[in-house]
């Protein structure tokens, strides 16, 4: 019965945080691309050990790692990661909860590429536990600044299509217009 109760718990926490997420970012976009399920799972849990990490630390208990790695890690959570919109005026990525937006105008898209991706899942920072790979689409400015939209991201052939219908085919590498995912 007490297992029954944890998960309860733990459902309606990343039940609520989803709720959140999609109340305060998928919002900003006509179309969203956020992280794919598994990542925002390991987000939000990630997320509750770190700041139960600060609660024991703070409280005097044996914690396991000093104060600054859980509030490095809690950073590192918030910020990664990011997910990806698309609206009439461009393309645009934010941080958890639309923290650090940056946007990219379409006037003001100098290239779309695509390249091979690989991302690893580590445990204690060393140990890699999972690669993730695949293919990656950056949009990138005249000015430097590019958003990516990697293999962490949902629906990368739809991303494709919303990228096609507002810009044209000669800012895509060659295939890449053609290309479905």
């Known amino acids: 019965m007490q297992a029954l109760s944890f998960v309860i718990v733990i459902a309606l926490y990343v039940a609520a945080c989803e709720l959140v997420e999609h109340l305060l970012v998928r919002r900003l976009g006509d179309q969203v691309f956020p992280p794919k399920?598994?990542?925002?799972?390991?987000?939000?849990?990630?997320?509750?050990?770190?700041a139960a990490g600060v609660w024991e630390r703070l409280h005097g208990n044996a914690p396991r790692w000093p104060l600054w790695m859980y509030v490095l890690l809690l950073l590192f959570w918030i910020w990664w990661p990011r997910s990806v919109l698309v609206d009439s005026s461009g393309v645009s990525s934010c941080s958890l909860f639309g923290i650090r937006r940056r946007s990219i105008l379409w006037g003001q898209t100098s290239r779309i590429t695509c390249d091979w991706q690989e991302q690893g899942l580590n445990i204690h920072f060393l140990t890699r536990i999972w690669t993730f790979m695949g293919t990656s689409i950056t949009v990138a400015s005249r000015d430097g600044a590019s958003i990516q939209h990697g293999v962490v991201n949902r629906k990368q052939a739809l991303f494709l299509d919303a990228l096609r219908r507002y810009l044209p085919q000669e800012l895509f590498d060659p295939g890449l217009y053609d290309w479905h995912p």
């Open 37 to 50: 399920i598994g990542w925002r799972l390991l987000r939000w849990c990630a997320i509750a050990g770190c």
